[in-house]
DNA sequence: CGTCTATTTGAGCCCCGTCAAAGGCGGTGG
DNA sequence: CCACCGCCTTTGACGGGGCTCAAATAGACG
């Protein structure tokens, strides 16, 4: 039931047999399930809890106040949600259930329960920033700098990263959920637009689209098509795979200074 | 000399005097003068500072391998530059000078003992983190669905209020330094097209340019072609005018627990 | 006063938005 | 099992926003 949030988290630290035995102590019987296309979040709501996604697609997106709607990111399970909320006390923007969802709402007290008994889960987590804003930056580069059939190819390139790091995809296969006007809103063009991209995408090989499953025809190509550099979704991975283990537990960075400041209170 | 910075960080947390002297003994004799138009960071580069930009304007921005450059947010001054030092070990964007600026670069340690010294300062920074997370998905919002003219004068008017919130405006008037390449860069159209918008919002009179400086004509007219919701750079000022200062030093949210994770191992 | 950079202007083209209508496909009810 | 309905996808035509190429003008600076 867990195995995607698990495996998330595994890839940004190596968690003790402890630390998720304690995250599934902590999520079970919490989840709860929400179906697709539900608003969960609306502008102006305060941040009460911290959301952890278990299962399912969800988007964050933005309107302009004559209707216009981009979606600033997609959260494939495992992904925490509500991560502005450690720095924001409202949202500014939505939240809303691509598919059929299990979501785990965690009071601030119980996150900081587990993440006390383990330094572990802390830098998971704090991983999963760094890898969501990574991956915010790429979004702005390619809605200012790549064309339509770009962005269209990098979306795609970078769900199929993203799936396959938590094991969700199998060979090339892997769900693909959203609507066409969904990828529209992704990627910054009309729905009509997006069509007739994902077709010239199909039309050259790239990729192949079933009812909701898409495969990848030809991956080394569908990267080459969306100028994907592979390595932006993999920093905090590769760091973790290239550093001896202690030195990565005490990494030198603001993280820790910040942390240092506000736990001078206790 | 630090006044925008002490003015910035003021805004987001009642500073103490301690806490001003504190910073500006921490910055006196740190200043490291840069001129304009100099890379400051690489891609790849490693985080190994902090660093303050305590004058001057400096953009971060990111290349596609075809050498399309796009422009991911411009740093005021006050701004904390390197903020994502916190969430990963290595950039993957670059830093450049717009104009002469004045920098600091801080060890963390350094850093780490000031926070120590004070809440407030450590709540300022936080704030700063929210802050210019938020400009960043308002920046996707405009990338992705405001039209060119939309997104100019959404780029105006975001750097009128942000200046003006530091005290950096005198009426209507700005410092401007941008050249309409780095406009071009930064709303991603073509200089050429850039050149033809700001052309286009002088003569239906709501900006007038003159050298470096802009002078914003008929802020409102200007606000309601971009779309633009001023609200959106306040969420942090915001809470703090409309909420007693003791629940205000104690947020309930998400970095207090990440905080207490970490420094649970110290 | 010459040089370099930034701004401006024009012409032509193509990417992409809009509008409109025609399939396809799954779900629901009879 | 079929008919119907709503949503999604697909297609076409047309117009406009924005890109490219190219060249002229204006400023900044030594």
Redesign the interface.
């Known amino acids: 039931m867990y195995g995607s949030l698990i495996n998330r988290l595994s890839s940004f630290a190596e968690l003790s047999r402890e630390d998720t035995e304690a995250l599934q102590t902590l999520l079970r019987g919490r989840c709860r399930v929400v179906d697709a296309h539900q608003q969960l979040t609306n502008e102006g709501d305060s941040?009460g809890t911290?959301r952890f996604l278990v299962d399912g697609w969800i988007c964050r997106h933005?309107y302009?106040?004559?209707g216009?709607?981009?979606?600033?990111s997609i959260c494939l399970p495992g992904d925490l949600v509500?991560?502005?909320?450690?720095?924001?006390?409202?949202a500014?923007?939505c939240l809303r259930t691509i598919t059929n969802s299990v979501v785990v709402d965690i009071a601030?007290s119980q996150?900081?329960a587990i993440?006390?008994?383990?330094?572990r889960?802390?830098q998971a987590?704090?991983?999963s920033?760094?890898y969501q804003?990574?991956i915010?930056?790429?979004?702005?580069?390619s809605?200012?700098?790549?064309t339509a059939r770009e962005r269209c190819a990098h979306l795609i390139c970078e769900l199929f990263w993203r799936l396959r790091d938590i094991g969700l995809t199998s060979n090339a296969a892997m769900d693909f959920p959203l609507t066409q006007e969904e990828v529209g809103?992704a990627?910054?063009v009309s729905t009509v637009h997006a069509n007739r991209v994902m077709q010239d995408l199909r039309l050259a090989g790239l990729i192949e689209q079933c009812g909701k499953k898409l495969k990848v025809l030809d991956l080394p190509l569908l990267e080459r098509a969306a100028?994907f550099?592979p390595d932006?979704l993999h920093?905090?991975q590769i760091?973790r795979s290239s550093r001896p283990s202690a030195e990565r537990d005490r990494?030198?960075?603001?993280?820790?200074?910040?942390?240092?400041?506000?736990?001078?209170?206790?």
Do not use: T, Y
């Open positions: 941040f911290v933005k302009l106040e004559d216009r709607c981009q979606i600033l509500d991560l502005e909320g450690a720095f924001a006390n409202k500014d923007h601030h996150v900081e993440l006390r008994s383990s330094p889960l802390a987590l704090r991983c920033i760094g804003s990574a915010s930056r790429e979004w702005l580069l809605l200012g700098q790549r809103g990627i910054g100028l550099n932006f920093g905090e760091v990494p030198s960075n603001l993280w820790w200074l910040l942390s240092g400041a506000v736990a001078s209170e206790c």
